[in-house]
């Protein structure tokens, strides 16, 4: 089958151990007001216009087969450093069936697999992905159901329940804070966000200051641009 793919980095050292590759599959069904990719947000194939005039086009269609192969090109890096793929977005789980085929293939090879998601995805979307994944990154924005809706546009309860399963999952896990000025990251906010994590690892990302960066060059305003960025 296939999926639609805006971006795929080689050699990323910071989306989970030794030298992978990240795929940043297109479309979320969230909208974070602090979202440093809004180019992954749309499911439509889009294009950014650089200020020198330059189009980037976003979003390229793969069959799940050809993906898998493009990827295992770098494999004997992958396996030496003890790296692998990495599924971020965008929402990787909004393409759930496309990820769970791709990473069918490259555990055939042994890759090592991780994802970085909202967790914001009906359960047998969740369940089918992570049980294929070696790692994941789960973020946790907000403590409160009302403000999540207000700054994401999306459903904590969801998440929350598949968060539930994941630490029943067996399947190692770290959650990932990104802390957003006046948004979560007062003393109360993060002593209830590791209230949330229950023991867990917690990961505290600092505010992208950079995040509204490519906003104008799809012609959308950045949501928090009010608060001088
Ligand atoms: S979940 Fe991620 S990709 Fe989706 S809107 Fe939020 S920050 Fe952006």
Redesign the pocket.
Known sequence: MKGRVFEIREFTLHDGPGVRTTVFLKG?P???A??H?PE??RFEVETMRRRDGEEIPCGVDWEASALARELLINADIMLQSGGGVTFS???PLAQAEFVCEVSDLLHAHGIHLAIET?G?APQEDFRSVVSRMDFVYQ?LKHHDADAFRRW?GGDLALVLENVTWLRTSGVPFVFRVPLIPGVNDSAADRAALEALAAGAKVEWLPYNAAAGAKYPMLGRAYPLAKRGD
């Open positions: 979320c969230l909208r974070c602090w979202c990719n992954g947000q977005g965008g929402e909202s914001h973020d994401t």
